[in-house]
């Protein structure tokens, strides 16, 4: 198995291109299942997940042509609506296909997403949209049976929770029902936002794009015919090379971002003491050598997101007085705290609440990655900590991060990928 060697104490200098969002090109792909024509995906990270799920099209019997940042899917051949527990299992983001399967084809059978490191993740939110949509849905043997063999109706849909899957899901099936569907309490993201797009480019009419309540008009189970599609760039992978440039107290710059996306993120690490210059697709960053303590809570978009708390769990080690980071979402996202304290942090927890004392130095020693986002975080712990850190379990790091350790590298750290 791989881990990344860091030797800590490097400054960071120079530029780095930010790769295609992870979380967008996801639902992206899921989506092209309601067209039975070729589609052309540009801008994708070149990540696990998304080869995983290109896979799974492949095995629903879709054509699928893929190079690292390019696909060239077809699902026009597709011939199966069956997703399996070998698929789904390695990536829960597969229940994305459950809303555009069932809409296009009025029925699916998808394996249910096994448990994950950060929480139980239900889909209860996704199955009663479903349903509400005139779908029966059965749960047996660890699949999801869904049948609509008249397609889908039409629904105001009351999310009582806000999720991001959910809407996206939601949003798929409703692109093919019949009649209009209401999604209220509906999630913001901007990978939302890019889905309603594709949908609209598509000729799907949907109204309140960008709101909590988007209204879409269905195609009564036509299939779209969809424009090429760049992926936005990945607000969370960028927002995690902003927090290597703050530990560090490093410039750098970062080509291709969208600003908007991280206003949540710049303006913390604003508040710790960093400094920035935004031109257009370029944020270059400049840390500071005393670092101010963070209070900050995790919430749905605009609001501080949830997959950037463990990057600054990590920065917040550094700072000069005790930090307070509050998890909101998910049940279970700390298990990056006692990785942190093997390399010497004062981090203590209590429920949802991590308080981060401040600490002189961290020190290096091996770590272990438990889920994406903590691995990054211990990466960036290990760019500041005395001596050599050796993060494992970095398949965890490679599902959602494009060549994390060559952009470091290129940046000046001092970083390389060895096998165990
Ligand atoms: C998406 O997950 C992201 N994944 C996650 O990023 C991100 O952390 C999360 O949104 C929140 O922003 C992708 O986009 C592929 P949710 P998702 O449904 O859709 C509960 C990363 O690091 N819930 O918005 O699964 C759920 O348990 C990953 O890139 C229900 O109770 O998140 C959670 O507490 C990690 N019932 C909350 O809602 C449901 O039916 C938010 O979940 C669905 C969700």
């Known amino acids: 198995m791989d881990y990344l060697q860091i030797t800590g104490g490097a400054k960071l200098s120079g530029s780095i291109k930010i790769s295609g969002a992870k979380n967008s090109a996801l639902p992206i792909i899921a989506a092209t299942i309601l067209s039975d024509k070729p589609v ?36 026009g051949t597709m011939n199966s609506t069956k997703a399996v527990y070998e698929i789904v299992s390695q990536m829960r983001a597969s229940i994305l296909v459950l809303g555009p399967l069932l809409a296009r084809f009025g029925e699916c059978e998808v394996s249910l997403p096994g448990g994950c490191a950060i929480g139980q993740r239900p889909i209860d939110l996704h199955l009663k949209a479903m ?28 999310f009582d929770k806000i999720t ?13 029902a019949h009649g209009t569907t209401t999604i209220v309490n ?15 480019d598509a000729g799907v009419k949907i109204e309140g794009i960008g709101t909590s309540e988007i209204t879409i008009e269905g195609t009564g189970q036509k299939p ?61 960053i400049s840390g500071t050598s005393r670092l101010k303590p963070v209070s900050l809570v995790t919430t749905e978009y605009p609001g ?44 203590w927890l209590k429920g949802s609440v991590a308080a981060v004392k401040p600490v002189a130095q961290l020190y290096g020693a091996d770590v272990m990655a438990t889920d994406l986002r903590a691995s990054s975080a211990l990466v960036l712990a290990g760019l500041v900590a005395e001596g050599v850190t050796n993060v494992h379990r970095i398949y965890h790091l490679d599902r959602g991060y494009d060549n994390l350790e060559g952009k470091l590298s290129t940046l000046g750290a001092k970083i390389e990928r060895l096998s165990e």
Do not use: W
């Not at 990270?45 to 629903?60: A, Q, S």
């Not at 007085?321 to 304290?341: A, D, K, P, Q, T």
């Open 40 to 75: 052309k995906l540009t801008n994708l990270p070149n990540v696990v997940d998304i080869r995983t799920l290109l896979k799974l099209l492949d095995i629903l019997g879709g054509t699928v042509e893929h190079n690292d940042t390019v696909a060239n899917i077809n699902n």
């Open 186 to 200: 509906a999630a913001k993201e901007p990978e939302i936002v890019q889905l309603c797009e594709m949908l609209a």
């Open 131 to 158: 349903e509400a949509m005139g779908a029966t849905i059965e749960i047996k043997g660890g699949y999801v049976r869904a049948e609509a063999p008249n397609g889908l109706q039409g629904a105001k849909i009351v």
């Open 304 to 347: 501080f997101p949830t997959d950037m708390q463990a990057q600054f769990m990590a920065v917040a080690t550094m700072a000069i007085g005790e930090s307070v980071i509050e998890e909101r979402l998910f049940e279970n996202r700390f298990m990056h705290v006692s990785e942190l304290n093997r390399l010497g942090s004062d981090i």
């Open 224 to 284: 779209l015919t969809f424009k090429d599609v760049e992926i936005i760039p990945d607000r969370i992978e960028a927002g995690t090379y902003l927090c290597a440039a703050a530990i560090t107290n490093s410039t750098i710059t970062l080509e291709k971002v969208n600003p908007a996306h991280i206003e949540a993120s710049i303006n913390k690490l604003e508040a710790m003491g960093c400094s920035f210059k935004i031109d257009g697709e370029n944020i270059t």
């Open 164 to 176: 991001v899957g959910g809407t996206e899901n939601t949003l798929m099936a409703a692109a093919l």
